[in-house]
């Protein structure tokens, strides 16, 4: 029996995973591929995004068929979704949309697929409390501030590390 599994040019490992619409697949997969069932890479691939808590994200989106298609034949006859995007299921929302793009010249029969993602970007948290800190750099050009910081600093450094740790220093 032939092993469907081939080496690509760059050695990666090329699956040839088509992705169907199956019903009890639909929480990993969506349900706009390009194809009515999977075969057994499609499969496969669906097994290990769940196990990885992943989901194919370029079957989330509706999009016509020719934006669907990620590989063409040499001649141009047979067309197949076998790219695929995965993402952690905690950042889907955050993909906005996944397309294919044809007119991208990259020199492969593959076409390039592009996801449109949201970024966000998080503020800078604010501290309340005692965590809040605040730091006068300017106080320590004073040579009192400066010598009874360093008389605190070498008091808590006796009380707190070991002869041995400054040795080894």
Same mark, same amino acid.
């Given at each position: 029996?032939?092993?469907?599994?081939? $080496?690509?040019?760059?050695? +990666?490992?090329?699956?040839?995973?088509?992705?169907?619409? =199956?019903?009890?697949?639909?929480?990993?997969?969506?349900?706009?591929?390009?194809?009515?069932?999977?075969?057994?890479?499609?499969?496969?691939?669906?097994? !290990?995004?769940? @196990?990885? +808590?992943? &989901? &194919?994200?370029?079957?989330? !989106?509706?999009?016509?068929?020719?934006?669907?298609?990620?590989?063409?034949?040499?001649?141009?006859?047979?067309?197949?979704?076998?790219?695929?995007?995965?993402?952690?299921? $905690?950042?889907?929302?955050?993909?906005?949309?996944?397309?294919? !793009? $044809?007119?991208?010249?990259?020199?492969?029969?593959?076409?390039?697929?592009?996801?449109?993602?949201?970024?966000?970007?998080? +503020?800078?948290?604010?501290?309340?409390? @005692? /965590?809040?800190?605040? !730091?006068?750099?300017?106080?320590?050009?004073?040579?009192?501030?400066?010598?009874?910081?360093?008389?605190?600093?070498?008091? /808590?450094?006796?009380?707190?590390?070991?002869?041995?740790?400054?040795? =080894? &220093?």
């Amino acid at each position: 029996m032939r092993n469907p599994q081939k $080496r690509c040019k760059n050695n +990666n490992l090329d699956l040839n995973a088509k992705i169907g619409q =199956e019903e009890m697949y639909r929480p990993i997969i969506g349900k706009y591929s390009l194809h009515t069932l999977s075969n057994d890479n499609g499969i496969t691939l669906i097994n !290990f995004a769940h @196990s990885k +808590n992943m &989901v &194919v994200a370029n079957t989330l !989106f509706n999009h016509k068929d020719i934006h669907k298609m990620t590989w063409r034949s040499p001649y141009g006859q047979t067309h197949n979704q076998i790219g695929h995007l995965l993402i952690d299921a $905690r950042n889907v929302c955050n993909v906005m949309d996944v397309r294919i !793009f $044809r007119r991208a010249d990259i020199d492969s029969d593959h076409y390039l697929l592009i996801p449109k993602v949201r970024s966000r970007i998080s +503020n800078a948290r604010k501290m309340y409390g @005692s /965590y809040a800190r605040i !730091f006068n750099s300017e106080k320590m050009k004073s040579s009192e501030t400066s010598s009874a910081y360093r008389e605190k600093l070498n008091e /808590y450094l006796a009380k707190h590390v070991d002869n041995d740790d400054i040795n =080894e &220093v």
